[in-house]
């Protein structure tokens, strides 16, 4: 049997007539019809019902088994309407009385309804789609369901209006420009506006930013010290890089002739390792400060600062060294430092974790070990 499915799928038939839904049979479905049509001759709905009739009239005048049915969803939207339309779905296939396979024809008035082909399609196999537009106004259901959906959807909303709206501004703003005589660098402008989005939105950027500004929102209200330290920390990178510099200027004004590029590098960390070593240590602490806080210190995380000491005792022996500024019995025992320094830190903090810590800590780690492989 060929069931021939009208879809309305913001349910005009009921909200104008009052029929109750799902109309099932020749009779029935032709008062609807009328009663619509009756109600609302503008309607599109009104096409789909008369076209059902036609399509079943045709089949049955060949003898085929066909039955015609309406089934409607609601206005409340597109899932809470998909779910009504299956439901009344349901109810037209357990009333159709025959031993026959069932398929259906499903007759629509565009690309909105159609989006409920997916729930029919998982209840009866479907032959094909009838898609009825008034000859006058063909396609201009789907164009304006398009651009409905395009407007609805902020991302695509804003990948495709704003650099619509840059181009546009173009003309405008140049006219702009032409009035204060400065026509290049609006052009110029506009057209890095739009370069600097495209790149931001291909390289996601826009997301992340918007990450970030979350989690430093989050830690301002919770009153998270990290938020303080980065802040502090980005002042010192400034400085540091405003130090290596004016370290790398004075190295070139005391050398003769061209420097080297070992040199200059050496200049740029000798003159900034000490800031960059403070925006390290700073960041760390303000990390160990907020784990202390939220119960979750654990004794190896004081190992950072003393890492970062580490670090930059060994970058300032080496650009020193290469500046002529210290010998090499000086750079090994910096070197050495630095290693041993890190390496005690590493076993101090260690064997205190080994011996301070408590327990029930490592009692509910284990108890956590065991689920996850009791899950595997």
Request: with cysteine; proline share 3%; aromatic share 6%.
């Amino acid at each position: 049997m060929l069931l021939v499915l009208c879809v309305d799928l913001d349910d005009d038939l009921g909200r104008k007539t009052g029929f109750s839904t799902p109309v099932i049979g020749r009779e029935p479905v032709e008062e609807a019809a009328v009663a619509l049509a009756t109600a609302d001759p503008e309607d599109s709905d009104v096409n789909v019902i008369f076209q059902g009739l036609h399509i079943y009239d045709d089949l049955d005048e060949r003898d085929e088994s066909v039955e015609v049915a309406v089934v409607t969803g609601n206005d409340d939207g597109d899932v809470n309407a998909n779910r009504e339309v299956g439901d009344e779905v349901d109810t037209v296939l357990a009333s159709l009385s025959t031993a026959e396979d069932v398929t259906a024809l499903v007759v629509t008035d565009g690309a909105q309804d159609e989006s409920v082909i997916p729930i029919i399609r998982s209840r009866v196999p479907i032959d094909g789609v009838r898609r009825v537009v008034v000859r006058q106004a063909q396609n201009l259901e789907s164009m304006y369901y398009t651009i409905k959906q395009v407007l609805n959807d902020p991302e695509t909303r804003g990948t495709v209006l704003i650099p619509l709206g840059i181009l546009l501004l173009i003309y405008p703003l140049a006219l702009f420009g032409t009035v204060l005589e400065m026509p290049g660098f609006v052009l110029g402008t506009t057209s890095a506006l739009l370069g600097l989005y495209l790149i931001s939105r291909g390289l996601g950027l826009g997301e992340r930013l918007d990450n970030a500004v979350e989690r430093a929102r989050r830690s301002l209200y919770a009153g998270r010290t990290t938020l303080l330290a980065y802040v502090v920390a980005a002042a010192l990178l400034v400085l540091g890089g405003v130090s290596g510099m004016n370290a790398l200027e004075a190295e070139r004004a005391a050398t003769a002739g061209d420097v080297g590029a070992p040199v200059m590098l050496a200049a740029v960390v000798s003159g900034s390792v000490q800031w960059l070593a403070a925006a390290g240590v700073t960041t760390s602490l303000g990390q160990i400060t907020d784990e202390y806080i939220a119960g979750t210190l654990e004794w190896r995380y004081l190992n950072a600062p003393f890492y970062v000491l580490s670090i930059a005792v060994v970058l300032h022996a080496v650009s020193a060294f290469f500046l002529d500024d210290v010998g090499i019995s000086y750079l090994a025992t910096a070197l050495t430092a630095g290693t041993l320094l890190g390496i005690v830190s590493t076993l101090t903090f260690a064997v205190a974790e080994s011996k301070f810590s408590d327990p029930r800590d490592d009692e509910q780690e284990a108890e956590s070990e065991t689920r996850q492989l009791g899950r595997v």
